[in-house]
């Protein structure tokens, strides 16, 4: 089984616009992800990254525009629906129970498979251990895949940053998501760590067929990686399109590396 | 060059007495198909297999090598760390008269060049990706390589290089059709193994030149793991954790081998980084290590319990005084008394056992250590705790096993007796020499090296010298060509003096010079942090490490050890000669950027002899101190110059009234 090609468009955004009072995080932006593709939204500080990403999986609401996931078209939707149709993300700040061990969070991963009531769970009979025990198996094959065998029951708050980003990937991984929105997953790391990472996104994209967005700020990384890129810049859409059509772009030179203004 | 095997001894009724490892595999998948044979631990479980289970992998192993076109005489490369197929292709290779040829997994793919040209690899077995990369890379430089077969397939799907790479899953599916084919195929090729038949090559580090590639026959093997089977009385309920190296002879009989002949499980541990809590898991009877493992288990140890509480820590080296008192002696079955007895129980309900636990050594029968010297205290500590930890003298040229100690006669500083089988003598000129059904076929394609490392009558030179003891143990000083003389005639083995003192933690590095003088006498490096330490303690100040090693009270500490050493040394006759008379504490660190030390920090004795050529001539004349002007280099290359004072010092030495000969 090689990588599953590229298919339909699974994701749409269409002239989106989103402001806090007088600022405009987002103005008219347009884009779409397609099945199994890995596409990368990158731009400056402050360009709009992280509120793109959280319009996408209904944290926030834009003003404008609307998103289709899955041919749906959505309107104002909570939160924990995104979940429910299968969009899974990480955090840009690690957003663990760092008390408990790698392997607890991981199957808070697998909440929303889960069927059976408190009061099964309690006594730990019929339907909850046999869920229990699929789960288990669901998240000991996670583990396996992201090399997290030796830590599987260290608290995560005693492992290095490196370590908590992927168990985060795996977290996200548990819910076995059809979309996966990654905010930068490599921010912080150092060289190695960045490559075992990017090898990760690249095993999940091709092992699973995830779909997966991935905000970035390191140019290197997104460019080898990913299969289209879409660049934001002052909440405003600056280039589509494949990661070199957009490195040869003039607008996003000039906005990586500054126009000079006499 | 061939050489007629030693008869042995006669053969133990042990659970497998066939005479190859195919033969015994089958063996224990007919007469006990049910008990474990391998374990791995997968997705967080200890998944089994079963000898019979076992038999029927490596059954489909076979079938499918053969058709992929593995004939008699190949070479099959493995390379991974320790799973299970690993383990199953190499006999699967054994079962077609194939050799199987291990290699370190971690070798960079440049390094792997050599071995597999050098030994005409035409098929390997491999890990994961990262091995497949490292082979794909240099193909076109190893034409004869034509097939790579993978354990797992993660990342290597998208992999086009078709009728090169297989997945194990997928041998065994040739296999499996093979083999409806030519039902009587395996059974067949099994029946034909012979005890004479190359079961292994092995290649030996090689710290000079190029590795060399060990032959060792099913005899080898067989024979010698069933004499340490039957020496040490292991069982087919032995559990053994598989961690080591593949590609390490030890590993070989360890794991493979007396697993074969005594029919006990191995047990492969889920991945490198989880090897202490596998550990503790199984809890193995039967383990060894090299003497860095168990050093880094006791500095995690101690490093914990500085951390405990103060109450902890109290009740903690309170019991491990008296460990360190009665534990040994309780263990090789001394006499002790009642009371002591009792604390030592106390002891080891409160803090031996479950320290034990925690390290998983709660079960072991019997632990080895071998490679290199242990340091006394190390060693000392676990036996004190109750675990039976020997050490063993062995070469891949003896399949393991030339000397080990036997139970009740451990010592720190010797390797102990000829292991069963094996005959040990030491050659005119010092050298440790010895002959047993162990003893490798030959070097592959290297007749000459076999000529000059094994004897028409089959005794093998070790390299090493040594001597016999006077309790018949055998004490391994040196490397042979190391090794001179004082003017008395007097055997003196500079790295023995060097090592010894190196076991105290104040020293760092020592050289020590004697060969064709009248006594011996020694440079100093002490140990910048552990002395630096000792003297912040002290509330001494000290500007750096020239100033720190001229003080009068380093010279003092130091002349203790070095006193300690004599006294040790003046126990032993052959030894007392070349007690330390006179030493100096050197005015800087030695460093391999000045060319001292080599780059893995060994020194470079000749070198250093000549650079402080007035130091040397110091020490054997009546000054009693020396100035020393030296160019030393900077870490970013700058030169300069260091002056100093070196005082000249004398110890004591013990029980020499006259020096005698070394006989």
Same mark, same amino acid.
């Given at each position: 089984?090689?990588?599953?090609?590229?298919?339909?468009?699974?994701?749409?955004?269409?002239?989106?616009?989103?402001?806090?009072?007088?600022?405009?995080?987002?103005?008219?932006?347009?884009?779409?992800?397609?099945?199994?593709?890995?596409?990368?939204?990158?731009?400056?500080?402050?360009?709009?990254?992280?509120?793109?990403?959280?319009?996408?999986?209904?944290?926030?609401? %834009?003003?404008?525009?609307?998103?289709?996931?899955?041919?749906?078209?959505?309107?104002?939707?909570?939160?924990?629906?995104?979940?429910?149709?299968?969009?899974?993300?990480?955090?840009?700040?690690?957003?663990?129970?760092?008390?408990?061990?790698?392997?607890?969070?991981?199957?808070?991963?697998?909440?929303?498979?889960?069927?059976?009531?408190?009061?099964?769970?309690?006594?730990?009979?019929?339907?909850?251990?046999?869920?229990?025990?699929?789960?288990?198996?669901?998240?000991?094959?996670?583990?396996?895949?992201?090399?997290?065998?030796?830590?599987?029951?260290? %608290?995560?708050?005693?492992?290095?940053?490196?370590?908590?980003?992927?168990?985060?990937?795996?977290?996200?991984?548990?819910?076995?998501?059809?979309?996966?929105?990654?905010?930068?997953?490599?921010?912080?790391?150092?060289?190695?760590?960045?490559?075992?990472?990017?090898?990760?996104?690249?095993?999940?994209?091709?092992?699973?067929?995830?779909?997966?967005?991935?905000?970035?700020?390191?140019?290197?990384?997104?460019?080898?990686?990913?299969?289209?890129?879409?660049?934001?810049?002052?909440?405003?859409?600056?280039?589509?399109?494949?990661?070199?059509?957009?490195?040869?772009?003039?607008?996003?030179?000039?906005?990586?590396?500054?126009?000079?203004?006499? | 060059?061939?050489?007629?095997?030693?008869?042995?001894?006669?053969?133990?009724?042990?659970?497998?007495?066939?005479?190859?490892?195919?033969?015994?595999?089958?063996?224990?998948?007919?007469?006990?198909?049910?008990?474990?044979?391998?374990?791995?631990?997968?997705?967080?479980?200890?998944?089994?297999?079963?000898?019979?289970?076992?038999?029927?992998?490596?059954?489909?192993?076979?079938?499918?090598?053969?058709?992929?076109?593995?004939?008699?005489?190949?070479?099959?490369?493995?390379?991974?760390?320790?799973?299970?197929?690993?383990?199953?292709?190499?006999?699967?290779?054994?079962?077609?008269?194939?050799?199987?040829?291990?290699?370190?997994?971690?070798?960079?793919?440049?390094?792997?060049?050599?071995?597999?040209?050098?030994?005409?690899?035409?098929?390997?077995?491999?890990?994961?990706?990262?091995?497949? !990369?490292?082979?794909?890379?240099?193909?076109?430089?190893?034409?004869?390589?034509?097939?790579?077969?993978?354990?797992?397939?993660?990342?290597?799907?998208?992999?086009?290089?078709?009728?090169?790479?297989?997945?194990?899953?997928?041998?065994?599916?040739?296999?499996?059709?093979?083999?409806?084919?030519?039902?009587?195929?395996?059974?067949?090729?099994?029946?034909?193994?012979?005890?004479?038949?190359?079961?292994?090559?092995?290649?030996?580090?090689?710290?000079?030149?190029?590795? $060399?590639?060990?032959?060792?026959?099913?005899?080898?093997?067989?024979?010698?793991?069933?004499?340490?089977?039957?020496?040490?009385?292991?069982?087919?309920?032995?559990?053994?954790?598989?961690?080591?190296?593949?590609?390490?002879?030890?590993?070989?009989?360890?794991?493979?081998?007396?697993?074969?002949?005594?029919?006990?499980?191995?047990?492969?541990?889920?991945?490198?980084?989880?090897?202490?809590?596998?550990?503790?898991?199984?809890?193995?009877?039967?383990?060894?290590?090299?003497?860095?493992?168990?050093?880094?288990?006791?500095?995690?140890?101690?490093?914990?319990?500085?951390?405990?509480?103060?109450?902890?820590?109290?009740?903690?080296?309170?019991?491990?005084?008296?460990?360190? $008192?009665?534990?040994?002696?309780?263990?090789?079955?001394?006499?002790?008394?009642?009371?002591?007895?009792?604390?030592?129980?106390?002891?080891?309900?409160?803090?031996?056992?479950?320290?034990?636990?925690?390290?998983?050594?709660?079960?072991? $029968?019997?632990?080895?250590?071998?490679?290199?010297?242990?340091?006394?205290?190390?060693?000392?500590?676990?036996?004190?705790?109750?675990?039976?930890?020997?050490?063993?003298?062995?070469?891949?040229?003896?399949?393991?096993?030339?000397?080990?100690?036997?139970?009740?006669?451990?010592?720190?500083?010797?390797?102990?007796?000829?292991?069963?089988?094996?005959?040990?003598?030491?050659?005119?000129?010092?050298?440790?020499?010895?002959?047993?059904?162990?003893?490798?076929?030959?070097?592959?394609?290297?007749?000459?090296?076999?000529?000059?490392?094994?004897?028409?009558?089959?005794?093998?030179?070790?390299?090493?010298?040594?001597?016999? !003891?006077?309790?018949?143990?055998?004490?391994?000083?040196?490397?042979?060509?190391?090794?001179?003389?004082?003017?008395?005639?007097?055997?003196?083995?500079?790295?023995?003096?060097?090592?010894?003192?190196?076991?105290?933690?104040?020293?760092?590095?020592?050289?020590?010079?004697?060969?064709?003088?009248?006594?011996?006498?020694?440079?100093?490096?002490?140990?910048?942090?552990?002395?630096?330490?000792?003297?912040?303690?002290?509330?001494?100040?000290?500007?750096?490490?020239?100033?720190?090693?001229?003080?009068?009270?380093?010279?003092?500490?130091?002349?203790?050890?070095?006193?300690?050493?004599?006294?040790?040394?003046?126990?032993?006759?052959?030894?007392?000669?070349?007690?330390?008379?006179?030493?100096?504490?050197?005015? $800087?660190?030695?460093?391999?950027?000045?060319?001292?030390?080599?780059?893995?920090?060994?020194?470079?004795?000749?070198?250093?002899?000549?650079?402080?050529?007035?130091?040397?001539?110091?020490?054997?004349?009546?000054?009693?101190?020396?100035?020393?002007?030296?160019?030393?280099?900077?870490?970013?290359?700058?030169?300069?110059?260091?002056?100093?004072?070196?005082?000249?010092?004398?110890?004591?030495?013990?029980?020499?009234?006259?020096?005698?000969?070394?006989?």
């Amino acid at each position: 089984m090689a990588r599953q090609p590229i298919g339909d468009v699974l994701l749409k955004a269409d002239n989106i616009s989103l402001s806090f009072g007088g600022v405009k995080a987002l103005s008219n932006i347009s884009f779409d992800v397609r099945e199994h593709e890995l596409a990368a939204i990158i731009g400056p500080n402050g360009a709009g990254k992280s509120s793109m990403l959280n319009v996408i999986n209904g944290f926030y609401h %834009p003003q404008q525009g609307q998103i289709t996931f899955k041919g749906q078209t959505r309107s104002r939707m909570k939160v924990h629906q995104a979940a429910v149709q299968g969009i899974a993300r990480t955090f840009q700040n690690i957003a663990l129970f760092k008390g408990m061990s790698v392997l607890d969070n991981l199957m808070t991963g697998r909440n929303l498979k889960m069927h059976s009531t408190m009061l099964e769970q309690a006594v730990y009979w019929g339907r909850a251990r046999r869920e229990e025990l699929e789960h288990r198996g669901k998240v000991e094959e996670i583990i396996d895949f992201l090399n997290l065998e030796s830590v599987r029951k260290t %608290p995560v708050g005693r492992l290095p940053y490196g370590i908590q980003k992927r168990v985060e990937l795996g977290r996200a991984l548990a819910a076995e998501p059809s979309l996966l929105l990654l905010d930068e997953p490599m921010a912080g790391m150092n060289l190695e760590e960045k490559e075992d990472m990017c090898r990760f996104v690249l095993d999940v994209n091709e092992e699973f067929g995830t779909t997966i967005v991935l905000i970035e700020h390191d140019m290197g990384v997104v460019m080898d990686i990913s299969d289209r890129v879409t660049v934001l810049d002052y909440g405003r859409l600056l280039a589509v399109g494949t990661p070199d059509e957009v490195r040869n772009n003039q607008e996003v030179i000039d906005a990586y590396l500054g126009v000079a203004n006499d | 060059m061939a050489m007629p095997e030693p008869s042995t001894t006669a053969h133990p009724p042990a659970v497998g007495d066939a005479d190859t490892l195919p033969k015994l595999l089958l063996q224990h998948a007919r007469n006990r198909p049910n008990s474990p044979a391998m374990r791995e631990k997968a997705f967080g479980i200890w998944q089994t297999w079963s000898w019979a289970e076992m038999a029927d992998e490596i059954r489909r192993l076979v079938c499918g090598l053969k058709a992929l076109g593995l004939e008699s005489g190949d070479k099959l490369a493995v390379v991974g760390d320790n799973r299970p197929r690993l383990y199953w292709s190499m006999v699967a290779a054994q079962c077609v008269g194939a050799i199987p040829v291990p290699l370190y997994q971690d070798s960079v793919a440049a390094e792997m060049i050599y071995i597999l040209n050098d030994a005409d690899i035409r098929f390997a077995v491999v890990e994961d990706q990262e091995q497949v !990369d490292k082979l794909l890379e240099v193909k076109d430089r190893c034409p004869q390589l034509e097939q790579i077969i993978y354990d797992d397939i993660r990342g290597l799907r998208d992999y086009a290089h078709a009728g090169l790479l297989h997945s194990i899953a997928e041998l065994q599916t040739l296999g499996r059709d093979y083999d409806r084919e030519h039902p009587d195929f395996f059974q067949h090729c099994v029946a034909e193994t012979r005890g004479d038949q190359f079961a292994i090559m092995l290649y030996t580090s090689g710290t000079t030149g190029n590795p $060399k590639g060990v032959l060792l026959t099913h005899d080898n093997l067989v024979i010698t793991g069933r004499n340490g089977v039957e020496q040490e009385g292991l069982t087919a309920d032995e559990e053994v954790l598989a961690y080591l190296p593949m590609a390490w002879v030890g590993d070989n009989l360890f794991s493979v081998t007396q697993s074969y002949v005594a029919g006990f499980c191995v047990n492969c541990p889920e991945s490198t980084d989880t090897v202490m809590t596998d550990m503790r898991e199984i809890g193995p009877t039967y383990y060894f290590a090299p003497p860095r493992v168990y050093e880094n288990l006791l500095t995690q140890v101690i490093i914990r319990m500085e951390d405990a509480s103060a109450v902890k820590r109290k009740v903690f080296h309170y019991f491990m005084e008296v460990a360190r $008192k009665f534990g040994s002696r309780i263990l090789d079955g001394e006499q002790v008394d009642f009371m002591d007895r009792m604390k030592y129980r106390i002891g080891n309900a409160l803090i031996y056992g479950p320290l034990k636990n925690v390290l998983g050594f709660s079960r072991i $029968k019997l632990a080895f250590t071998a490679g290199e010297a242990i340091g006394p205290d190390i060693f000392e500590f676990y036996r004190s705790l109750g675990i039976n930890v020997k050490q063993l003298y062995g070469q891949t040229e003896a399949t393991v096993f030339i000397c080990v100690q036997p139970n009740g006669q451990v010592r720190a500083d010797t390797v102990g007796v000829p292991a069963a089988g094996v005959e040990v003598k030491i050659s005119d000129d010092g050298e440790v020499l010895y002959r047993s059904p162990g003893v490798f076929h030959s070097y592959y394609k290297n007749d000459k090296s076999t000529r000059s490392t094994k004897t028409e009558d089959g005794w093998v030179l070790t390299g090493d010298a040594g001597f016999f !003891d006077d309790e018949g143990h055998l004490r391994i000083i040196d490397r042979a060509k190391d090794v001179g003389k004082l003017t008395s005639g007097a055997m003196f083995a500079p790295k023995y003096l060097e090592n010894k003192l190196k076991f105290f933690p104040q020293v760092k590095e020592v050289v020590a010079f004697g060969d064709g003088r009248d006594f011996a006498a020694v440079f100093v490096n002490i140990d910048l942090d552990a002395v630096g330490n000792w003297a912040e303690r002290q509330n001494m100040a000290y500007t750096g490490y020239t100033d720190l090693a001229a003080r009068p009270e380093i010279a003092k500490m130091v002349r203790e050890c070095v006193e300690k050493v004599n006294a040790d040394l003046a126990e032993d006759s052959r030894l007392s000669a070349s007690q330390i008379r006179r030493f100096l504490i050197l005015p $800087k660190e030695l460093d391999a950027d000045d060319g001292e030390l080599t780059r893995t920090r060994k020194v470079r004795r000749n070198f250093i002899a000549e650079r402080y050529e007035d130091l040397v001539n110091a020490l054997y004349d009546s000054r009693s101190a020396v100035d020393v002007d030296l160019e030393v280099k900077f870490e970013d290359g700058r030169t300069g110059r260091l002056l100093a004072k070196v005082e000249i010092q004398d110890a004591e030495v013990y029980g020499v009234t006259e020096l005698r000969k070394a006989g």
